[in-house]
């Protein structure tokens, strides 16, 4: 609350309003706004400290390329990281921006800004042979049938559905019987249906028929040992037991199933907007950063799809 004492009120109010419209009209999710508002609300701290005056509207107009290199020289020597710089430079623009197309507001110095180049840190899928094998002794890790066919369910619709963990852990138990497709709604409330397999299905009935725990409608699908809904702690702890046990990487974790869903799905032929679809991205970039494709199959795509003489 500090920080926003420091900037006009006018500015206060744009944030609030800013923060509304990326809620109601792009469905932005609460720990996107959050994080967005942190970022906003950290950067019209400094300005104002680096202005040495109240921060409005018409002050923010003035900055100059020197004051937003300012900013990210100060946000560097207090050890964020360039990814995590990058990220808020591109709330600052998003908010600038909107602000520019709402109120004819000047914002070319803050959309000029060139954010800190860095490394994506792809992710790393597992192969078709280790995925199996995750799936295959996920349920050696418990001594009790029910909570073994509950993890191996969960893992199934990880990697066969693409689910991540929160989907999957949100189910409730509207969805038994379960047939060929479910409907999941994802980051930012957006719905998407995903066709399940029946590997999948099978699992989840297995789970089902050894539960010893009412499933009532509306309640979670998925249940702790004390009844409650499955703590996603668990399910990535039986992950953990299961790559020691069949010598995987760290990277093996819960949501790397998610990453091979997609990857095998290319690699096999699969179309990536399709993919993108099943995944629910907002955007194809992101797809594609989930996707380990070489250039070889990239190659072998292009070569097949291309209208050559």
Not at 163 to 192: C, F, H, Q
Not at 284 to 297: I, M, P
Request: charged letters at 25%; one cysteine or more.
């Amino acid at each position: 609350m500090a920080e926003l004492i420091r900037i006009s009120q006018g500015l206060a109010d744009a944030l609030a309003r800013w923060l509304e419209h990326l809620r109601a009209i792009d469905g932005a999710a609460g720990a996107t706004l959050t994080a967005y508002q942190r970022d906003v609300q950290g950067f019209l701290a400094f300005m104002t400290e680096h202005q040495g005056e109240s921060l409005g509207e018409a002050a923010l107009a003035r900055l100059r390329v020197t004051d937003m290199r300012a900013w990210m020289a100060h946000e560097r020597a207090r050890g964020v990281s360039a990814r995590s710089l990058a990220r808020a430079l591109s709330a600052v623009k998003n908010f600038a921006g909107w602000m520019a197309e709402r109120d004819g507001f000047d914002a070319t110095a803050i959309l000029a800004a060139r954010a800190p180049k860095y490394r994506r840190r792809l992710p790393r899928p597992l192969s078709e042979d280790a995925a199996k094998a995750v799936i295959g002794t996920v349920e050696l890790q418990s001594d009790e049938p029910w909570i073994a066919a509950r993890d191996t369910a969960v893992i199934t619709l990880l990697y066969g559905c693409g689910l991540r963990i929160s989907e999957a852990l949100g189910l409730t138990a509207d969805v038994l019987p379960m047939g060929d497709s479910l409907r999941i709604r994802g980051k930012g409330g957006k719905e998407r249906m995903v066709p399940v397999l029946p590997a999948a299905r099978e699992a989840v009935r297995a789970y089902v028929d050894l539960c010893p725990i009412q499933l009532a409608p509306g309640a979670p699908l998925f249940r702790g040992k004390r009844g409650g809904a499955l703590n996603p702690r668990l399910i990535a702890k039986a992950m953990e037991r299961t790559r020691m046990q069949l010598g995987l990487p760290a990277s093996a974790t819960p949501h790397a199933l998610r990453h091979s869903f997609a990857t095998h799905l290319l690699s096999a032929g699969g179309d990536l907007r399709a993919i993108q679809e099943l995944l629910g991205h907002a955007s194809l970039a992101t797809t594609q950063a989930y996707t380990a494709v070489d250039t070889a199959r990239l190659m072998e795509v292009y070569q097949s799809a291309h209208p050559r003489a």
